[in-house]
T-cell receptor, first 113, second 117 residues
Framework: GENVEQHPSTLSVQEGDSAVIKCTYSDSASNYFPWYKQELGKGPQLIIDIRSNVGEKKDQRIAVTLNKTAKHFSLHITETQPEDSAVYFCAASIREYGNKLVFGAGTILRVKS | EPEVTQTPSHQVTQMGQEVILRCVPISNHLYFYWYRQILGQKVEFLVSFYNNEISEKSEIFDDQFSVERPDGSNFTLKIRSTKLEDSAMYFC???????????????FGPGTRLTVL
């Protein structure tokens, strides 16, 4: 079955700097890759996603890139702010909809002010 | 903004007891899911539910687990005889908005923390 690896496990950046989190997946059939942000005591919140027919997607300070050949995708956060501090999870899914998400282990992002 | 809701937020039970975790998915969504997250570990898929039946389940989802959509709004997860290792945060999610035409995005509830003593 699908396996998703995520790095780093913790990331500490200075406010205003950029943060990059990387994930690799094992199943070449995966075609949907969401990123979730989880704050303490809350459920995962979808922040951005990408489908396998595009290589990059951007939403304000957040961008995601996908390399299907290498089977890896990355989350880029620019101009980080203290409120970006949270746990970030990548995930992969095989079917267009209705399919389970396979999650990475998560990255604890700390933005120091 | 519509959201997934879950009750209770925290459930404490004795080993061997039955628990029912409740969820209200987003209206108009077609797929419903349960995931769990053991403290410090990955979020793991348990089961997906569509058209009043299970569409997929993981190895974790054994005979002790069951799901039900008892009415048009609630979605429940039942654990018949809880074990210590069932202690985890349980998340409900829903997806596939038939009216808005969004299918992939899964929206998660705030979770129920289950503690088995």
């Amino acid at each position: 079955g699908e396996n998703v690896e995520q790095h780093p496990s913790t990331l500490s950046v200075q406010e205003g700097d950029s943060a990059v989190i990387k994930c690799t997946y094992s199943d070449s059939a995966s075609n949907y890759f969401p990123w979730y942000k989880q704050e303490l005591g809350k459920g995962p919140q979808l922040i951005i996603d990408i489908r396998s027919n595009v290589g990059e997607k951007k939403d304000q300070r957040i961008a995601v890139t996908l390399n299907k050949t290498a089977k890896h995708f990355s989350l880029h956060i620019t101009e980080t702010q203290p409120e970006d501090s949270a746990v970030y999870f990548c995930a992969a899914s095989i079917r267009e909809y209705g399919n389970k998400l396979v999650f990475g282990a998560g990255t604890i992002l700390r933005v120091k002010s | 903004e519509p959201e997934v809701t879950q009750t209770p937020s925290h459930q404490v039970t004795q080993m061997g007891q039955e628990v029912i975790l409740r969820c209200v998915p987003i209206s108009n969504h077609l797929y419903f899911y349960w995931y769990r997250q053991i403290l410090g570990q990955k979020v793991e898929f348990l089961v997906s539910f569509y058209n009043n039946e299970i569409s997929e389940k993981s190895e974790i989802f054994d005979d002790q687990f069951s799901v039900e959509r008892p009415d048009g709004s609630n979605f429940t997860l039942k654990i018949r005889s809880t074990k210590l290792e069932d202690s985890a945060m349980y998340f409900c999610a829903s997806s596939a908005d038939s009216l808005r035409g969004t299918y992939n995005e899964q929206f998660f509830g705030p979770g129920t923390r289950l503690t088995v003593l």
